[in-house]
């Protein structure tokens, strides 16, 4: 199960930072994302970071964002700053996590926090 929190109300240049954690029976967590859906918008990729560390960014969100995750934990954190109203939108959690008696991963996903940036 993944828990998703962070989400507010933030004026834009401002910042914030979101928190998803996995609970459960894992074995291991490959790579760790975020996406966003705005209102009336599809849902979008924003950021990923492997286990090894690696991360990739979408452009519009490149050097303002920051992914980074705590094995120990189970945990991905995404910093947002500098935000514009145009970052508002529900912030999705999303790993690939492989559990007892699988064989394969599977793709699990947190319920969303809202992240809303006033102008």
């Known amino acids: 199960q993944l828990q998703a929190s962070g989400g507010g109300l933030v004026q834009a240049g401002g910042s914030v930072r979101l928190s998803c954690a996995i609970s459960g029976s894992i074995v291991r967590i490959n790579a760790m994302n975020w996406y966003r859906q705005a209102p009336g918008k599809q849902r979008e990729f924003v950021a990923s970071?492997?286990?090894?560390?690696?991360?990739n960014y979408a452009a519009s969100v490149q050097a303002r964002f920051t992914i980074s995750r705590d094995n120990a934990e189970n945990t991905v954190y995404l910093q947002l700053s500098s935000l514009k109203p145009e970052d508002t939108a529900v912030y999705y959690c999303n790993a690939a996590v492989l559990t007892p008696g699988s064989y394969q991963f599977n793709n699990y996903w947190g319920q969303g926090t809202l992240v809303t940036v006033s102008s």
């Open positions: 970071v492997t286990s090894e560390g690696r991360t």
